[in-house]
């Protein structure tokens, strides 16, 4: 390859990085937009709270998941929001060398990434709380299960044991542990 060929590549490389570098500003101030939308009035109108909603949704049974199956998807929501946030103070120093990161991070998070503001991290927080307090008032489903008669019981794969062989699987339970 010549040596015009090599600049070439090199500043088509150069410019590659600058485009991908502006997509990646330009989605990180997408991401701190979405994240600062102040929920006021109607909640679908913030993206990130219908994006949470649709993903509350089980594909395949057509329903709302359960509490206790789409917290994980709030807390990973919330991570990341925290995540995004620490990258724009970062990104936001950088370019104005006179601002500090830690700043920057104060002003964004008493805007909105607390509780008790109005923004969808807030809202994700607090459902994510009222999901503990179900669980915490509320039994799920265990393995074990009576009969109809209650002399007999299900256990996971185990049909209809009855007491002695109950007794007989867990002293075997206990045994092994």
Request: hydrophobic content about 40%; aromatic content about 8%; charged content about 25%.
């Amino acid at each position: 390859m010549s040596a015009k060929g090599e600049v070439v590549g090199e500043e088509a490389t150069s410019a590659l990085e600058r485009v991908s570098d502006e997509l990646d500003s330009y989605c990180l101030d997408l991401c701190i937009s979405l994240l600062d939308h102040d929920l006021k009035g109607d909640l679908s109108e913030s993206a990130a709270i219908g994006f949470l909603a649709a993903f509350a949704i089980d594909p395949i049974k057509g329903i709302l998941k359960e509490a206790y199956h789409f917290t994980p998807s709030l807390s990973g929501f919330i991570k990341i929001a925290q995540m995004l946030v620490i990258q724009k103070s970062v990104v936001g120093a950088r370019d104005d060398e006179g601002v500090q990161p830690a700043d920057l991070l104060d002003e964004m998070r008493a805007r909105f990434l607390i509780n008790g503001v109005r923004s969808p991290f807030s809202w994700a927080s607090q459902l994510r709380v009222y999901r503990k307090k179900i669980c915490d008032s509320t039994t799920c489903l265990g393995y074990i299960s009576w009969s109809d008669d209650n002399l007999s019981v299900s256990y996971k794969g185990m049909r209809h044991l009855s007491m002695d062989a109950l007794r007989d699987f867990v002293r075997n339970q206990v045994e092994k542990a």
